[in-house]
Each structure stands twice: as structure tokens, then as C-alpha cells.
């Protein structure tokens, strides 16, 4: 007998895929598609904040609509210059709460709270110095995944934080009540416990790093694969997540 296995039945299991790009002219080549207020001038390849007037922004339209209420972005920038002292937004609420940032380049993973289409960045002076900006870039990750509370994104994993014992994130996989084989990687792991879950059927309680498989064959009409926190404050990375259906079925076509 042979077992018939499936592809892949999980997207984006390794948390890589990110969307399209929304900000025009994000390396600031010329001097366009930027609303500046007053302190922002746009040159030499930068957006610079002269650290004269408090928070004053730079301001654009996303393409594709912008920002989508529960979604996952992430937001790119360099500090080519000075000391930032600065927050993003956008025009349906915050995004990145107010930081310094040195010299450097930065990613950072943020969930819309509400929709909308415009970014801002503003510039402030209770701090930092004048700085100048560069290369901000605005993609959807996460896709295809529903995340918890607790849960957030970041470079390729995702991450469940001092979850308190719910749902950590969750995706249709297409099919229910079948046999399938499910691997996924847990990392950076200190302390609670996580559990997939599959048609209704648990799987394993897991509670150290480690690449595990498991075999489980769902009971009920869901098409759900699942994982949750079984403990308060468990502390983890989740990625490399993939579902095979397995079929035992022999009255299928041979290869003699």
C-alpha cells in the first residue's frame, strides 16, 4: 500500500511573504508625493527635519487604499543623519508610538488598528536632534494568517508574547476531517506551552525549542489548523509551519 500525499496546505507558513509596496517615492529621489509641514524640507536624496517646529510631519496617500483595520504592515526606515526623536502614524490612528533612533537602518512590525490611507511621520524636538529620513517603505505581511492578542509578526516568525492562554494565530487550510501531517518549528522558547489544534482534535502540548510532526486527523467540519497558549505568559516563536493531508485510501490508481 502506498500512502497519496498532498502539497502544501498551509500559505505563508514561514511568515515571509510580504505584499506589494504602498509608499511613492520613498527614497525621496525627488521632491514629490510628499506633503511637508513646516521643518520638512525634501533633498539630497533625504526628507530632513530642520528640529525647529514640534511635531510637524511628512505626509503621503498609500497606494491600494492604505492601511486595512486588523492587518499586519511592515514599515522600513533609515536614519542617514542626527538623532530622530519621531512617531509614525497614519490618518486612521497610531502606528509606531513615539522613539529615538540613531543612525541605522530599521524594521518594524505593526497591526493597523483602524483603516487608513494616508502614513505620517513626524518630526519632534522635546528630543533628538535635526535628523534626515530615508528609504520609508510600507508592505502587508502576515497574510493569510489570523493572529491573537498577544501574537505579532516579526522576520519570519511569529511571535506570541506573555499570551495569556487563547488563541495565538490561525488559518483555513481548505480541508476537514482528514489525516494530516503537520510540522512546524518552535524557537526562542521561555516559558508556557503551545498546542496545535486540527478539526477539533488537539495536538500535543509543546514546551521547549525544537522542529516537531505530528499526525492528526480532524473530527469536525472545521477547516481551521490552529495553535494556542495552554499556560499564562507563554513566551515563544512559531514558524516553518506545514500541513500534508495523508490518504490511506487503496482504491487509487498504482505506478507498477
Do not use: C, H
Amino acid at each position: 500500500d502506498m500512502q497519496i500525499l498532498s502539497g502544501n496546505l498551509v500559505s505563508n507558513g514561514d511568515f515571509s511573504q510580504e505584499g506589494s509596496e504602498l509608499v511613492t517615492n520613498g527614497d525621496f529621489a525627488t521632491d514629490s508625493d510628499w506633503t511637508k509641514q513646516t521643518s520638512w524640507s525634501i533633498s539630497g536624496g533625504a526628507a530632513n527635519y530642520d528640529f525647529l517646529s514640534d511635531a510637524k510631519y511628512i505626509r503621503q496617500t498609500l497606494l491600494s487604499g492604505g492601511f486595512v483595520a486588523g492587518k499586519v504592515y511592515k514599515i522600513n526606515f533609515d536614519i542617514t543623519s542626527g538623532t530622530a526623536y519621531m512617531n509614525v502614524s497614519s490618518n486612521g490612528g497610531g502606528l509606531i508610538s513615539l522613539n529615538t533612533y540613531s543612525v541605522g537602518s530599521y524594521s518594524i512590525y505593526v497591526t493597523a488598528s483602524a483603516s487608513g490611507s494616508d502614513l505620517l511621520i513626524y518630526g519632534r524636538n522635546t528630543s533628538g536632534t535635526a535628523f534626515s529620513i530615508d528609504n520609508v517603505s510600507v508592505k502587508e505581511v502576515g497574510q493569510d494568517w489570523t493572529f491573537g492578542s498577544f501574537t505579532n509578526i516579526g522576520d519570519n516568525v511569529a511571535n506570541i508574547v506573555n499570551s495569556t492562554g487563547e488563541l495565538s494565530l490561525q488559518q483555513n487550510i481548505g480541508v476537514s476531517q482528514k489525516t494530516i501531517k503537520l510540522t512546524y518549528t518552535i524557537s526562542n522558547y521561555s516559558s508556557g506551552g503551545i498546542r496545535p489544534q486540527y478539526g477539533a482534535v488537539n495536538g500535543l502540548n509543546r514546551s521547549a525549542n525544537g522542529t516537531y510532526t505530528e499526525i492528526i486527523t480532524g473530527v469536525s467540519a472545521s477547516t481551521n489548523l490552529a495553535f494556542f497558549s495552554v499556560t499564562t505568559n507563554t513566551t515563544a516563536t512559531i514558524t516553518n509551519i506545514s500541513v500534508i493531508e495523508i490518504s490511506s485510501d487503496t482504491n487509487l490508481p498504482r505506478i507498477d
